[in-house]
């Protein structure tokens, strides 16, 4: 995987991800993180950093602190790197049931993914804008700005 990740020469001997994100397709941009779990693909998590390095957290966990969304490029196993879109055009991102209007932005609150009912506007919370207009389906076309957030808002 070109160096993206490598394993700890010190004493832990733990596998780690790089810190950088990498250059997509047409404007997207993904990064690297160790899965905390087995991963979903086109689901999204936390990207949170410890001493080893990004790892993906569920998204309901802590969420009072600074941190990156990413959408799961495919399933992936626990312990593995996984690859995670943190920027530009995912298609059918994993949603709870929502009905989103085009251009509203989706946030994080209580670690549950909402529509806030209303455009983009960059927002503490706000980690993607709606793409693709939605009526009660679980998934939900988006642009990720590429943005750290709080999910307190």
């Not at 950088?20 to 993180?33: E, K, L, N, R, S």
Request: proline share 3%; with cysteine; hydrophobic share 40%.
């Amino acid at each position: 995987m070109f160096g993206i990740v490598h394993r700890d020469t010190g004493t832990t001997g733990r596998v780690k991800a790089d810190h950088q994100d990498h250059p997509g397709i047409d404007g997207t941009g993904y990064t690297y993180a160790l899965a905390h779990t087995t991963l979903t693909a086109k689901t999204s998590y936390r990207i949170a950093f410890d001493e080893f390095g990004p790892l993906t957290a569920a998204i309901s966990g802590n969420t009072s602190r600074v941190f990156r969304v990413g959408v799961a490029d495919k399933a992936t196993a626990t312990g593995e790197a996984a690859k995670l879109w943190v920027k530009g055009f995912v298609s059918s991102m994993v949603t709870p049931s929502l009905s989103v209007a085009l251009g509203h932005a989706l946030s994080l609150s209580g670690g549950t993914i909402t529509d806030d009912a209303a455009d983009y506007g960059s927002l503490a919370a706000q980690f993607a804008v709606c793409v693709t207009a939605t009526t009660s389906i679980s998934t939900c076309s988006v642009y990720l700005p590429g943005k750290y957030i709080t999910a307190s808002g």
